[in-house]
């Protein structure tokens, strides 16, 4: 579970215009000979986003300001939407629920966690994935869609799917969803500006809180 976590989401409309993404700690070292080694510092990618950019009118801005105050400022973490990386499906594509493994039954296990796989060439990368919404959620096994609430039901502040019986040995278990991640604000200062409704954005560093 998260610490200090506000199960509520930063607003949307402002979330949408951010600009960002992920960034990896990687350490270059050159040696003498002018080869590189290169040792990955995190194990995974973190997102950072500044805010302001979505900040389009003072409305906006107030919103932001109760926001802020409401969270203490850095001390408690929320849901943020990233806009470009928060469902399962491909851009454009309607979410299944087969578009990303979820795991395989062995007869006894009825928790499982959510991941998101990330595909290049023959390379992947698996992301946890903590704070789903929990009506998005699609499950299906062997590649038949299941019962929300009957069937299996979701923890959406900790990722995870609970089967009411435990899936047969060898059942393949795939899901689809839409996501929020643990953010929080990077400042303990929020600097905004009367001009801020659309020619003068403020900064709102945000970064994605890791478990």
Excluded at 128 to 138: H, Q
Excluded at 188 to 199: F, H, I, N, R, W
Aim: with cysteine; hydrophobic share 40%.
């Amino acid at each position: 579970m998260l610490d200090a976590f506000h199960n509520i989401r930063f607003p949307l409309s402002v979330s949408l215009g951010a600009r960002g993404g992920p960034i990896r700690r990687t350490e270059i070292v050159t040696l003498s000979s002018g080869h590189e080694k290169r040792i990955a510092r995190w194990a995974g990618s973190r997102r950072r986003f500044n805010a302001g950019l979505g900040v389009k009118c003072p409305s906006d801005a107030e919103e932001v300001v109760a926001f802020f105050e409401a969270r203490e400022g850095q001390r408690f973490s929320f849901r943020w939407r990233d806009p470009f990386d928060h469902r399962s499906a491909p851009a454009g594509q309607a979410i299944t629920a087969t578009d990303q493994a979820l795991g395989v039954g062995d007869g006894a296990q009825t928790v499982f966690e959510i991941y998101k796989t990330y595909p290049s060439g023959s390379e992947t990368y698996q992301r946890r994935i903590l704070l789903p919404l929990a009506d998005s959620v699609l499950v299906s096994l062997d590649g038949v869609a299941l019962t929300p609430g009957s069937a299996y039901t979701v923890d959406d502040q900790a990722g995870t799917v609970t089967f009411t019986t435990p899936p047969p040995s060898g059942g393949v278990l795939t899901c689809g969803f839409i996501f929020d991640i643990p953010a929080r604000f990077e400042s303990d200062e929020l600097v905004m500006s009367v001009a801020a409704t659309g020619t003068d954005f403020p900064d709102i560093p945000i970064v994605e809180v890791l478990s």
